[in-house]
């Protein structure tokens, strides 16, 4: 299996371009707390965020003669707050370029967002411009002279047009989710220019964006939701890898049209996110990115700001996220499972840099579970913490080995609680697992 990326954090967040103040602050007045929480997503590599999403088609650096009301202004301060933000966490960002604006005026707007995204954020910092944002719902009267880009040709021309107006720079997309257009990837790919660097594409397992939607949490663990998903993006991959290309999914989260309350703030979502992660891994991802709105409820890190200082709380999700991350930092290599189809148990394992070996067990079961584990050329105890909350639907109260994030800090606080595990004579760790639970199983080298 591929190793977790080290030219990139494998697991970054996604927001948007007019989100990013309120969560990262200024340079003259940074949120410490949120530098921190994305600091631990990416250990041992830098930290990929993605800035665009609608905000990517919605946004511009104004132009003199150029009247587009609708369109979020980008400014100089808007610039440096961002290269603040990266400098401080050690990231670099993909940012999103409008397509969607007619097609007259689209090039030179895209020319001089580019330009000024480089002049005020630096080129140094970015990684890609992802050119547009779910095209396949680009409304008709916006694009391609009024005529819609109702066809990947359409699309095609347009995006080609527009990125040919933008000198060398390094591009993305088509940062499609469409489950019209996804399994069309590699026609899509065929349509556009050749010096793509980056497939970009969405993934979210659930779908209420309609009033006849019901969902409950225990959708997070069907399979469809996690296997079925991985397989999709699986197929992906490889239409990506056809065209010589890696494939980001520089977009997900459980629930799309801004969530559901009960479902996206619940620990069920925390433990979903903890599982999509090796699946999406193991389909052969460069790297996924969980999207965080503010003022939504997909948000998954809300910042506030008083006259104490900056807090920043999180939603149960960030702890699957960040679980993940302790388990699997950069250079790690996913294991293979001998007993995969444990009913009501997810588990994946990794082989962490420095030879130490983490089993990861999930128990969404209603009872708990003892799990039986034996790892090759391991008889030494092993450290077994958990990631837990009161049920699957409690929105509050999750913990990680014994502590929970502060809100002034971005950090764990609090007492650690691992469980030290001994090995029986033949090489057996007894895991138990409460219900609605995961278990982390470390063992030296």
């Not at 499609?176 to 660097?197: A, D, F, I």
Request: proline share 7%; hydrophobic share 40%; glycine share 12%.
């Amino acid at each position: 299996m591929p190793a977790t990326s080290t030219s990139a954090g494998f697991l970054g967040i996604a927001t948007e371009l007019n989100s990013i103040p309120a969560l990262a602050g200024s340079a003259a007045n940074p949120d410490t707390p949120f530098v921190n929480l994305l600091k631990s997503l990416s250990p041992g590599a830098p930290f990929l965020l993605r800035l665009g999403g609608n905000s990517g088609d919605d946004s511009w650096w104004p132009i003199p003669g150029i009247k587009q009301r609708y369109l979020y202004p980008l400014t100089p301060t808007w610039g440096a707050d961002v290269q603040t933000l990266l400098e401080a966490v050690g990231a670099k960002a993909i940012l999103g370029v409008t397509l969607k604006v007619d097609a007259d005026v689209n090039p030179r707007i895209a020319r001089t967002e580019v330009a000024d995204f480089n002049r005020y954020v630096g080129p140094k910092l970015i990684d890609a411009f992802e050119l547009g944002n779910e095209p396949e719902f680009y409304p008709l009267s916006v694009v391609n002279g009024g005529r819609g880009i109702d066809t990947i040709a359409a699309y095609g021309k347009k995006f080609s047009t527009v990125a040919a107006g933008l000198g060398g720079v390094p591009l993305a997309g088509p940062s499609s989710g469409s489950p019209h257009w996804l399994p069309q990837l590699g026609t899509v790919l065929r349509e556009l220019p050749s010096r793509l660097k980056l497939v970009t594409v969405h993934a979210y397992p659930l779908k209420n964006c309609s009033a006849v939607s019901h969902l409950s949490v225990s959708d997070f663990f069907t399979r469809a939701s996690i296997q079925g998903l991985a397989a999709s993006i699986h197929r992906a991959v490889r239409a990506a890898a056809a065209h010589g290309k890696p494939l980001r999914v520089d977009e997900i989260n459980g629930i799309p049209c801004g969530g559901e309350a009960g479902m996206s703030n619940s620990f069920g979502e925390a433990l979903w996110a903890l599982n999509i992660l090796p699946a999406l891994w193991q389909a052969g991802v460069r790297g996924v990115n969980f999207q965080t709105v503010d003022g939504n409820l997909n948000q998954v890190i809300t910042a506030r700001h008083s006259a104490s200082g900056w807090n920043a709380a999180v939603e149960p999700e960030y702890y699957g996220l960040l679980a993940f991350a302790q388990a699997a930092p950069a250079g790690s290599h996913l294991l293979r499972i001998s007993n995969p189809g444990l009913a009501h148990i997810y588990q994946f394992a990794v082989r962490a840099p420095g030879r130490s070996e983490r089993v990861i067990l999930t128990n969404v079961g209603s009872g708990a579970r003892t799990i039986g584990v034996s790892a090759a050329g391991a008889r030494g105890p092993g450290s077994l913490s958990l990631l837990r909350a009161r049920s699957l639907s409690a929105t509050s109260g999750t913990t990680l080995g014994g502590q929970h994030l502060s809100s002034h800090t971005g950090e764990l606080a609090g007492t650690p609680h691992p469980t030290i595990v001994t090995a029986n004579a033949r090489g057996v760790y007894a895991v138990r697992v409460p219900a609605h639970a995961a278990a982390i199983l470390t063992l030296a080298p």
